[in-house]
């Protein structure tokens, strides 16, 4: 198992930036494919951003990409994105997840294995 823990959630201005992080414990951190999803009010969770076991690739929404990154250290076991050009339609709480496989549903909330406990993200207009 491997137990993750968000933070750097805020409140930020439109326009502004912040950097979530995700810190993992448990088993070897570098097995996981991580990725992050976000849950704004009465929304389903949707899918942000997703990066290999190495760091070496990675995947973003339509919707964040150009803004966000997404980024890996295997050595300090964590896990981060990088949010800039922050819009109003961005606040909602926002998730790290950890998945074994790589398979054909890697942007499906529900085939991660373990999740966070999240961290708010309000951007003010």
């Known amino acids: 198992q491997v137990q993750l823990v968000e933070s750097g959630g805020g409140l930020v201005q439109a326009g502004g930036s912040l950097r979530l992080s995700c810190a993992a414990s448990?088993?070897?951190?570098?097995?996981?494919?991580m990725g992050w999803f976000r849950q704004a009010p009465g929304k389903e969770r949707e899918f942000v951003a997703h990066i290999t076991r190495s760091g070496g690739s990675s995947y973003y929404a339509d919707s964040v990409k150009g803004r966000f990154t997404i980024s890996r250290d295997n050595g300090k076991n964590a896990v981060f994105l990088q949010m800039n050009s922050l819009k109003p339609e961005d606040s909602a709480v926002y998730y790290c997840?950890?998945?074994?496989?790589?398979?054909?549903?890697?942007?499906?909330?529900?085939?991660?294995?373990?999740w966070g406990q999240g961290t708010q993200v309000t951007v003010s207009s």
């Open positions: 997840a950890a998945k074994e496989f790589w398979g054909a549903s890697m942007i499906r909330w529900d085939t991660y294995d373990y």
């Open positions: 448990g088993r070897t951190f570098s097995t996981y494919i």
